[in-house]
C-alpha cells in the first residue's frame, strides 16, 4: 500500500463504547496529524506527533486519546463521546522541513464517525 | 490568531469556463499556503504549495497566486472540466507556529457542469 491509509472508514458507535481510529503512512515521514471536520467548519487540528513524541494537543476533550506507538502508525482511542463528536476524522503525515518552509500535508481518506 | 477565508463558499460554472477561486489571510508572517481538493467523504489531495518567498506555483491547468503582503492567494482553474467538481481548500502554515500546524479556511465547493 501507499500514502496514508485509515481504519475503519465508517464506524458508528454509542456514547458509552470505546474504540480506536488506525492511521498508517507508507511515505516515511516523521512527523503525523489527527484533524477533525465537522459538516461546514474547517479542519481543527486534534494532535501532532513528531518522531513519536507528541508535539502539540490543541485543546482536546480527554475523552480522545491519541497513541502513536513508532512513526508509521497512529491511533485515536474514543471513550464516552458525544453526539456532537460525529465528524470526519483526518489523519495526515509529513516530513521534517528544517526550518525551510517546505512542509506538505499528505493526508488519509479519514474514518466518518457518528455517535448515536 | 491566523484566521482563513474563502470565498465564495459555493461556485458552479459551465463546462470551459475559467474557475477563480479565493483566500485571503489576516496574518502575513506564514511558512507556506497550500491548496488541497476534497471529493465527497473523502481526504484532501495536496494540489500546489507556494512557499512564502514564491508568488506562484502552476501545475498542469492550474495556478495558485501568493500576495503576502495583502494576505491573498487565487486558485485559478484553466478550462474547467466536470471532474473538477470538488470542494477547494486552503491553508496557511504561521510563521509562529511549528510542525504543521495548518489553518484551513472552510473551503469552496466548486460544481462544473457539462
Known amino acids: 500500500e501507499t500514502g496514508v491509509t485509515q481504519t475503519p472508514r465508517h464506524l458508528v458507535m454509542g456514547m458509552t463504547n470505546k474504540k480506536s481510529l488506525k492511521c498508517e503512512q507508507h511515505?516515511?515521514?516523521?512527523?503525523m496529524y489527527w484533524y477533525k471536520q465537522s459538516a461546514k467548519k474547517p479542519l481543527e487540528l486534534m494532535f501532532v506527533?513528531?518522531?513519536?513524541?507528541?508535539?502539540e494537543n490543541n485543546s482536546v476533550p480527554s475523552r480522545f486519546s491519541p497513541e502513536c506507538p513508532n512513526s508509521s502508525h497512529l491511533f485515536l482511542h474514543l471513550h464516552t463521546l458525544q453526539p456532537e463528536d460525529s465528524a470526519l476524522y483526518l489523519c495526515?503525515?509529513?516530513?521534517?522541513?528544517?526550518?525551510?518552509?517546505?512542509?506538505?500535508?499528505?493526508f488519509g481518506p479519514g474514518t466518518r464517525l457518528t455517535v448515536t | 490568531k491566523q484566521e482563513v477565508t474563502q470565498i465564495p463558499a459555493a461556485l458552479s460554472v459551465p463546462e470551459g469556463e475559467n474557475l477563480v477561486l479565493n483566500c485571503s489571510f489576516t496574518?502575513?508572517?506564514?511558512?507556506?499556503l497550500q491548496w488541497f481538493r476534497q471529493d465527497p467523504g473523502k481526504g484532501l489531495t495536496s494540489l500546489l504549495l507556494?512557499?512564502?518567498?514564491?508568488r506562484e506555483q502552476t501545475s498542469g491547468r492550474l495556478n495558485a497566486s501568493l500576495d503576502k503582503s495583502s494576505g491573498r492567494s487565487t486558485l485559478y482553474i484553466a478550462a474547467s472540466q466536470p471532474g473538477d467538481s470538488a470542494t477547494y481548500l486552503c491553508?496557511?502554515?504561521?510563521?509562529?507556529?511549528?510542525?504543521?500546524?495548518?489553518?484551513f479556511g472552510a473551503g469552496t465547493q466548486v460544481v462544473v457542469t457539462p
Open positions: 491553508a496557511v502554515w504561521p510563521e509562529r507556529d511549528s510542525w504543521g500546524k495548518f489553518q
Open positions: 496574518d502575513s508572517a506564514i511558512y507556506n
Open positions: 506527533y513528531s518522531l513519536e513524541e507528541r508535539v
Open positions: 511515505l516515511g515521514h516523521n512527523a
Open positions: 495526515a503525515s509529513s516530513q521534517d522541513s528544517g526550518g525551510t518552509g517546505i512542509l506538505r500535508q499528505y
Open positions: 507556494i512557499q512564502s518567498s514564491q
